[in-house]
């Protein structure tokens, strides 16, 4: 295995007592450590959490150019078997996350969904150029980000610089297929997005609840950012994301 950029890189299992299980999965360019304030949440309430680090990602730019969609799912699904011993298990997903849970919600049974700033559209339109525009430049830089606005979180706002602009063909195929997947999906589900996201278009939120259908819960964020996780209003994830898997 590649070398870990940090050590909040590393995948994550929190034992818990009550049966059942939580799959965590981060986002694009992510780590498990994004999930790690949640997941002691999630697992003070006795939840076993379980956070894998997808093919590519915690290690170098170089090794994400080597992995994509089929092995990010392989790696949900895994996680989901590993913790199938579990009375029911539950899929939760920031951004790219988000949209592996919905495709992983069949093939691992699971018993909810949720996801957190899943980008079903994209704020920045020259993502779908990336299926051409990758032979002409291979590597795309993230924009520069004001400072974090809660320093508690701020050790854990870790990601590469950037992406290599082929993996944002992948993710593009990815929320084509989530779209699809979620018309077919018929199990409790969480769709949370905030008003402000920078990049994925909150119309992704509309859209994904109303596709997941009326037994759907929702959560309006009004001053979170794309990582809404480690952001002011990530109380209320928490709170939404123990009242959906509960039921």
């Known amino acids: 295995m590649t070398?870990?950029?940090?050590?909040?890189a590393a995948p994550?299992?929190?034992?818990?007592?009550?049966?059942?299980a939580v799959v965590a999965i981060h986002g694009f360019t992510g780590i498990p450590g994004h999930w790690r304030l949640a997941a002691e949440v999630l697992n003070q309430h006795g939840y076993t959490?379980?956070?894998?680090l997808l093919p590519g990602h915690g290690t170098s730019v170089s090794d994400m150019e080597?992995?994509?969609?089929a092995d990010w799912l392989r790696a949900v699904v895994d996680a989901a078997v590993s913790v199938k011993g579990h009375r029911r298990v539950h899929l939760a997903g920031l951004s790219l996350g988000g949209l592996l849970a919905i495709l992983a919600a069949g093939p691992t049974n699971a018993a909810t969904i949720s996801t957190i700033s899943a980008p079903l559209r994209f704020r920045h339109k020259s993502i779908y150029l990336a299926p051409l525009l990758h032979h002409f430049r291979p590597?795309?830089?993230w924009p520069p980000s004001p400072p974090p606005s809660e320093l508690e979180t701020a050790e854990l706002l870790l990601t590469y610089p950037g992406f290599p602009t082929k993996k944002a063909a992948d993710l593009l195929v990815v929320a084509?297929?989530?779209?699809?997947?979620?018309?077919?999906?018929?199990?409790p589900g969480l769709v949370v997005h905030s008003a402000v996201d920078e990049t994925a278009d909150p119309r992704s939120g509309i859209k994904l609840a109303r596709l997941l259908g009326p037994g759907t819960q929702t959560l309006w964020l009004t001053s979170s950012g794309h990582n809404a996780l480690l952001d002011k209003e990530r109380d209320l994830i928490y709170t939404a994301l123990l009242n959906r898997i509960a039921t």
């Open 3 to 8: 070398d870990l950029f940090h050590s909040l």
């Open 12 to 20: 994550f299992q929190l034992p818990g007592d009550n049966g059942e």
């Open 49 to 52: 959490v379980i956070a894998p």
């Open 66 to 69: 080597r992995h994509g969609a």
């Open 139 to 141: 590597y795309t830089p």
């Open 176 to 187: 084509r297929h989530a779209r699809k997947a979620a018309r077919r999906l018929r199990r």
